[in-house]
T-cell receptor
Framework: KAGVTQTPRYLIKTRGQQVTLSCSPISGHRSVSWYQQTPGQGLQFLFEYFSETQRNKGNFPGRFSGRQFSNSRSEMNVSTLELGDSALYLC?????????????FGSGTRLTVV | QKEVEQNSGPLSVPEGAIASLNCTYSDRGSQSFFWYRQYSGKSPELIMFIYSNGDKEDGRFTAQLNKASQYVSLLIRDSQPSDSATYLCATDSEGLVFGAGTILRVKS
């Protein structure tokens, strides 16, 4: 059974650019959530999608956005990149909305903003 | 602000010993709790989740939850060098809220 797939694995972008990251959940999983991990702030929740709708949102500026497609695949977008956006971005999928099913993480996308 | 607190460690234990990892949380309304293991350079891996007060055992791992004290713990019996990693405690509160993690080092 394939796990959560994130692409690309690594990205280098210039300040001011925008970036799109992709996440394919485990087959059958309908909930996809995104997290940012940095050495200083740890793992922080960005947002969660279920049935193509954003269900929850963390405390991040509007430059961070996402969407989910009908096949449950999800993308997140960061516009007007800042140096502080350099981080590991992790996607997690769950069978359904809510915590009763646990969340499985992908390998992440390492974003470096220069 | 909903918070999850963990001692950053490192916690060092000899091989074969019991490692005890602890976590406290601020939101009394939190219902579910997760323990993730993260090896350096890898993504978090779910070890256990617990919803009810008391103990939950899975192999060498036991999660303990005390909602009155707002306290969650993870016991690892017969610790192995391969258990050396960062252990992250999280609660589900409209998205997972993670602690900073505890570094565990198991010495052979």
């Amino acid at each position: 059974k394939a796990g959560v797939t994130q692409t690309p694995r690594y990205l280098i972008k210039t300040r001011g650019q925008q970036v799109t990251l992709s996440c394919s959940p485990i087959s059958g999983h309908r909930s996809v959530s995104w997290y940012q991990q940095t050495p200083g702030q740890g793992l922080q929740f960005l947002f969660e999608y279920f049935s193509e709708t954003q269900r929850n949102k963390g405390n991040f500026p509007g430059r961070f956005s996402g969407r989910q497609f009908s096949n449950s695949r999800s993308e997140m977008n960061v516009s007007t990149l800042e140096l502080g956006d350099s981080a590991l971005y992790l996607c997690a999928s769950s069978l359904d909305l809510g915590s009763n099913y646990g969340y499985t993480f992908g390998s992440g996308t390492r974003l470096t903003v220069v | 602000q909903k918070e999850v607190e963990q001692n950053s460690g490192p916690l060092s234990v000899p091989e074969g010993a019991i490692a005890s990892l602890n976590c406290t949380y601020s939101d009394r309304g939190s219902q579910s709790f997760f323990w993730y293991r993260q090896y350096s350079g890898k993504s978090p891996e779910l070890i256990m989740f617990i919803y009810s007060n008391g103990d939950k055992e899975d192999g060498r791992f036991t999660a303990q939850l005390n909602k009155a004290s707002q306290y969650v713990s993870l016991l690892i019996r017969d610790s192995q060098p391969s258990d050396s990693a960062t252990y992250l405690c999280a609660t589900d509160s409209e998205g997972l809220v993670f602690g900073a993690g505890t570094i565990l080092r198991v010495k052979s």
